[in-house]
């Protein structure tokens, strides 16, 4: 068992409904449905959680919904250190649509996250985190963070844990992967799209995660994923072929079930190789 801290600074409630078909401009109704927090940084938690491990998710959160959170993350196993700011927690809706033989379609209506609004909420969370990664084996930092939060907040996060003497994991992209890269992270774990967005679309993809300077490992949904490391020829793991369920999370899973595996001591070919069926059997969870 080993102690992971997840910091994803951008709380997010879900709907998720079920149809056999969606008809546009006309009113749906279903009794297939489901509403909880999710978003990266608690589908990642709860993950590593169900995986036996010790886990502390940071994030903040508007006071009204704060129990709540607590309530579902207790249920899930793991536990939760938030700091209260008055903006309003983001809901995102999961469309899935039951497709028979091709399985069900996945469709992802999201709303930005909103600013925090908070005087000291960024202090608050850096004072948490400081203490936080004095007893952590693992920070995985995940998804974009809510804005109001500087720019180079999660590279001082990254400079941070590494000085506490943590293994460091990444999945972010943009300016918060690029900042971060100066500090050793040990895992950055962006998707191909995201890794794209970060580096320019002129780019050669493969050029690309080859100029990395640090282990990578590049996620391309079915069609499996890369891993990079540095000195060494790039790999390619096929991904696992299963009819889908909800493929919300998938990716998420496979982080998780990454740095479990890393953490016990494998390989980064078997921690993905890990990943990739935990992310296979997220797929195939029924979603009701």
């Not at 895992?187 to 050029?207: H, M, R, W, Y």
């Not at 060494?232 to 998420?252: I, K, M």
């Amino acid at each position: 068992m080993s102690r992971f801290l997840v910091v994803s600074l951008n709380p997010t409630f879900q709907l998720i409904m079920g149809y056999q078909k969606v008809v546009e401009g006309e009113v749906n109704r279903t009794q297939n449905w489901r509403t909880e927090f999710s978003g990266k940084g608690l589908n990642v938690s709860r993950a590593l959680a169900k995986l036996g491990n010790e886990v502390t998710l940071l994030s903040h959160i508007n006071p009204s919904r704060a129990e709540e959170l607590r309530t579902q993350t207790d249920a899930e196993g793991f536990s939760v250190s938030l700091v209260e700011d008055p903006s309003q927690v983001r809901t995102c809706v999961t469309v899935l649509q039951d497709r028979m033989r091709r399985g069900m379609t996945t469709t992802e209506l999201v709303q930005e996250s909103p600013r925090i609004i908070g005087r000291d909420t960024e202090a608050k969370i850096v004072r948490n985190y400081i203490q936080l990664i004095k007893n952590a084996d693992c920070v995985i930092i995940t998804g974009t963070r809510s804005p109001g939060y500087r720019t180079d907040l999660y590279p001082d996060m990254v400079k941070a844990a590494k000085q506490a003497g943590c293994t460091v994991i990444l999945d972010l992209k943009g300016t918060d992967l690029t900042g971060s890269l100066k500090y050793n992270p040990d895992i950055v774990k962006p998707n191909l799209k995201e890794l794209v967005q970060t580096f320019g679309a002129c780019s050669d993809p493969v050029e690309m995660i080859e100029s990395l300077p640090c282990k990578a490992v590049i996620t391309n949904g079915s069609n499996g994923c890369f891993i990079h490391v540095p000195g060494q020829e790039l790999e390619h793991l096929d991904a696992l072929r299963v009819p889908s369920r909800n493929t919300t999370g998938c990716g998420d899973a496979f982080t998780a079930a990454m740095a479990d595996s890393l953490m016990r001591g494998s390989s980064l070919l078997d921690a993905c190789q890990a990943g990739t069926r935990a992310g296979a059997f997220k797929a195939q969870q029924e979603p009701f």
